[in-house]
């Protein structure tokens, strides 16, 4: 009898298994339908605003080539410029030092965008064709490329027309927008490219060269270093850029913050400031 009894109630527990409904189960997206959006779980110490307070240190990247922006002395190793001391800014903003991080134009900008550094510093223009491997930051100022001639040349070389004859011997530093610009426009004048930007004026001086064509602040301090050499009209320059921080691509709060730094610096008076101690 009550081997009966076991046997009736486990066939009601079988029973009453196969009727319950079974578990609901996600359906297979139909073929080419779009994926169903994953949750986001990066936390937001991925950003550099974080990281950098909490590392305690700001990577700067920057050539050490282009006074009076950034300029590294060969006997000291010791950074100057105005776009060195904005470093020096920002770093302590974020409760960080800055560490200069060696790069050159050819390769600021993969080092940029390979991690080697947090921003690329030191008078970089923006251009498009960097524009798709970093950000940029609000602008800090507005250039262009203009000539830098010897004193006794500035009413020779006035126009590109003028500038690209035979016989003019024009010179330019490598692997950034003065070589693009010069290559773009330079045709029949005879067309150098001098490896040292901090001894290519030296070379105008002295005679082995007629003209370089770079950025109007760059000509406008050049000048005042050098004597022998005149700036053509910095005020009208050939062409339109703008100097700006390069940052990294997808990191909006840092770029945020940057560009509030920036905008602040430019609007209170602290660039103009650094700027007038090496341009007047």
Request: charged share 25%.
């Amino acid at each position: 009898m009550k081997r009966a009894a076991t046997l009736s109630a486990l066939a009601c527990l079988l029973a009453a298994t196969a009727a319950a409904p079974s578990p609901a189960r996600t359906p297979a997206p139909a073929p080419g339908s779009a994926p169903t959006a994953a949750p986001d779980v990066r936390h937001r110490a991925t950003t550099l605003l974080d990281a950098v307070p909490r590392r305690g240190v700001l990577r700067v990247c920057t050539t050490g080539d282009y006074r009076p922006f950034s300029y590294r002395d060969p006997r000291t190793g010791k950074y100057t410029g105005i776009d060195i001391q904005m470093a020096r800014d920002l770093a302590k903003s974020l409760d960080a030092r800055p560490r200069y991080v060696a790069t050159t134009w050819a390769k600021l900008v993969g080092d940029l965008a390979a991690g080697r550094c947090d921003i690329g510093m030191g008078g970089v223009s923006i251009t498009l064709a960097r524009a798709r491997a970093v950000a940029f930051s609000e602008p800090t100022r507005t250039d262009g490329k203009t000539p830098i001639v010897r004193c006794a040349d500035k009413d020779k070389y006035r126009t590109l027309d003028r500038i690209d004859r035979p016989g003019t011997k024009v010179i330019v530093n490598p692997g950034g927008t003065n070589e693009e610009f010069a290559r773009a426009h330079i045709k029949r004048a005879a067309l150098t490219v001098h490896p040292d930007n901090t001894t290519i004026f030296d070379e105008i001086v002295a005679g082995r060269a007629d003209v370089m064509m770079t950025d109007a602040g760059e000509t406008r301090y050049q000048a005042k270093v050098h004597p022998q050499l005149c700036s053509v009209h910095p005020d009208k320059p050939f062409s339109f850029s703008e100097k700006a921080y390069a940052l990294p691509r997808g990191d909006g709060e840092f770029t945020a913050y940057v560009n509030q730094w920036v905008h602040l610096a430019t609007h209170d008076g602290t660039y103009r400031t650094y700027e007038d101690v090496w341009m007047k």
